[in-house]
């Protein structure tokens, strides 16, 4: 995922940007998402550019999570079906859902046995 | 009306206006003219603040033939300053009661014949315009109740109040601190309450008193905001690992208003893992941003990041603190919100008001229905 963010004004007196964030394919424009304020003895100047933007984007991270978790997904794609079994067959035309962070966390691994050893 | 409505003598009108000649006697043709600081007469419009005043009184020629008749009925006008500076409540409190800087001399009287109208000299009544033409902020305190301008309560009666905001008047309630990030594993600060703009406390049920709120063009009253909630932290204990580590959460994002709501402090604690990250402070208008939870060095929990503070034209408000996650020692709850500051509210439900907002004024919160403002005000 790419996470944008639009500094919409910079307060000199009081030392503070207003900033916008969204993710770089997000359903609306970066206008459209609320601003939040930071303050610059939050930021990275120091060095270059890149790490400016960086401590920007690390303050906005969360606000972009939540951004996409309150995402009111398409009528379409919101018929999540339940099914006991693996027959494809059952499965075809239905819909399905996953959390993406079970794909990147955790690998479900097959096992046929589990020994329980009580001296470990 | 404060002059007679039958036969008005030149002492009638000196009582009233004051005295309009340097002699000790008085000139009826110089009413139509309002006096400088200089002590030459000058034609209307008179300009007090954002006020730009068109005569003596309604009725007072200010060009041509005048008359005692013209004068029967009449009555003063004053301004209080409110346009000469800008302060915060949160760095002096001598200002903020307008009846007490009336009583300090801090007005403006139309005509500028005569000095600030003390209660005795009501004799009938006054017209009080208060002038809030500069910026005002409130202090951080958790008491919605707490304003950063306030009539005053104690005016005498047949008081005939207007209050002008004018188009570089902005009025604050102080924003909500947001909720502090939790210790170790523990639950998430609450965000702190914003507190409000302007009080009416001048009963107007009684004594013939009213107060008119005039919202010019560019003219801002806005609440305080409410903080955003602190995040809460996690414990885990990873199988087969001796790595158990303990995440805390986020601060939560303050309240936008002035003063701003600060942000939440960072959390605390964490072992074999990180703190969450501080809140950000905000400004008058817009919110600051929870800071995210900590993270464990093994293991899926997470801190939980703190919420945003609110600000205007966000619905929603506020958001509470992220629980902490992932642990299965233990996972604290998140912070809950403050509640919101009014831009407006009432000593209590004597304290009558109308509101009138021009084209390009704006009132933000609650009181913008005179009739459903918030009670309460300190």
Redesign the interface.
Known sequence: MKIIVKIIEY?ED?Q?I?VKFCRKNAPKSIDEY??????VN?LETVYDSQCLVESIM??????I??QESNETPLTENDDIATIEGTDLRDYVGKIFESDSRMMV??VTRKMKKIIIDDDI | MTTPSGTISATDIINEFGNSNHNGGMSLGAYRQHKLGNGSLSNYPQQIGSLSISNLDNGIPSSGAISFGNMRNKKLSFVVDYHSFSADRNNSTAHIDAEVRWKQGNTTQVGNFRGTPASGDWNGGKRVYINYNQTFGGVTNNNQNVVALRTGQFWPNNTEMFIEVGSNGRIFGAGGRGGHGCNGSGEGGDGQNGNSALGIDITTTSGNKSCAINVRNGGYIQCGFEGGGGGGGSYDDPSKSQTDPVVSGGGGGGGAGRPVGVGGNAGTGAQKGSNGAAGTNATNTVRGIGGGGGNPDEGGSEGGDGGNGAQPGVSGGAEAGDPGSGGNKQNGAGGQIGARGAAIRKRDASCVYTLNIDSGGQVIGDGFNPNTAPLGVN
């Open positions: 307060l009081t503070q207003v609320p601003a939040g304020a930071i303050d939050r690390k303050i906005g991270y969360p606000t999570q939540k966390d955790r």
